[in-house]
């Protein structure tokens, strides 16, 4: 391990959950890589899209905030993070990237340059292309050298790592009291125009974060925004993504937030529906599996012992041998801690999802 990872790596491990993480990281790494301001959050693996926690250092007002998400998904700009998640190198620095001209990118243009900022440095903390968190850093005076992009890849993956650890659900978490979906429609301005009961039940179960107030009363987190403004990208076809996240509950639980934009009058984009709802048990089985690190074929096989087929039954439904089955099997039972079929089914579909105790 590189000596100047070390104490970046102490202090992650340190961290009893993933807001923790960002601060002692971030405050070590300042050490090491000077920056005047920071953007720490939690991606969801499947999509990229971010979640909680955020932790925002020193940029001032929320409406920056906003501004930021919405030139990332919405503008041309250099360095996308979801280019970055799949690049070979996960961090870049802008000036090094444009050839010293920033301008070139539209989130520097309209956003970064009125507040000062000189560089940023971004990087994706990722396990393969699973981005697992997502951060930049600002200066208000020189560049990002090589040197210190090359620090902040290299901590990429042992922090994407600790970060897995921590988005597994709460063993605590049973259900909730109120499974009906909740909805919010935004008009095509990205205002939030009206939502149901239920949508006001299910944000009060989200953490604080970043939020901003709308005409309805509801302070909407930057995680359910951010949601909204990927559907409006990908009608755009700017993105070719999936408008879905997973947002961790202050009870340990984890609702599903999905968007898609309707279509308007002489089918222009119209409309924003979201709907934010309990994660179902598929979606919960595929973030625990994450968590555990399992592939897609090792889920791909757990789902299908779940469904109670047997080893030759699953070998036959993958079109692979009873012996590479049962491989599998063994490096499931390891990754997830348990010794049999009955348990593994249980840690993954069904122990976060019993009916809350009244």
Not at 311 to 327: M, N, Y
């Amino acid at each position: 391990m590189s000596d100047r990872r070390r104490p970046v790596l102490a202090a992650a491990e340190q961290a009893a959950d993933a807001r923790e993480l960002f601060s002692r990281v971030s405050a070590r790494l300042r050490r090491l890589v000077p920056f005047h301001s920071a953007v720490w959050t939690a991606a969801d693996p499947e999509t990229g899209l971010i979640t909680a926690p955020m932790l925002v250092e020193n940029l001032g007002s929320g409406g920056g905030c906003a501004a930021y998400w919405q030139s990332e998904l919405l503008e041309e700009n250099v360095l996308p993070f979801r280019d970055l998640a799949r690049a070979l190198v996960p961090a870049a620095g802008l000036r090094a990237a444009t050839g010293d001209l920033p301008a070139r990118s539209a989130r520097f243009r309209h956003l970064l340059l009125d507040q000062g900022v000189h560089d940023e440095l971004r990087a994706v903390l990722r396990i393969g292309d699973r981005p697992w968190g997502l951060v930049s850093l600002f200066r208000t005076t020189d560049a990002f050298h090589p040197q210190e992009t090359a620090l902040l890849a290299d901590l990429s993956r042992p922090l994407a790592e600790r970060l897995r650890t921590f988005a597994r659900p709460a063993a605590s978490a049973r259900g909730t009291d109120s499974p009906a979906p909740g909805l919010i429609l935004f008009d095509e301005s990205g205002e939030a125009m009206s939502a149901n009961d239920e949508a006001r039940h299910h944000l009060a179960r989200l953490p604080n974060g970043p939020s901003f107030p709308t005409p309805l009363g509801l302070e909407l987190p930057i995680w359910v925004i951010g949601t909204a403004l990927q559907a409006r990208a990908i009608a755009d076809g700017r993105c070719r993504g999936s408008a879905r996240v997973r947002i961790r509950t202050t009870d340990g639980g984890q609702l599903t937030c999905h968007a898609s934009c309707l279509t308007g009058p002489g089918g222009r984009p119209g409309p924003v529906a979201l709907v934010i709802e309990p994660a179902t048990p598929a979606d919960m089985a595929v973030l625990v599996g994450e968590t555990y690190g399992l592939t897609s074929r090792e889920l791909q096989i757990t789902r299908l012992v779940a469904r109670g087929l047997t080893t030759a039954e699953i070998a036959s439904e993958l079109f692979i041998s009873p012996h590479t089955v049962r491989d599998h099997l063994k490096t499931i039972f390891t990754k997830a801690g348990v010794s049999s079929r009955g348990v593994l089914v249980a840690r993954l579909f069904t122990d976060h999802h019993r009916p809350a105790r009244p």
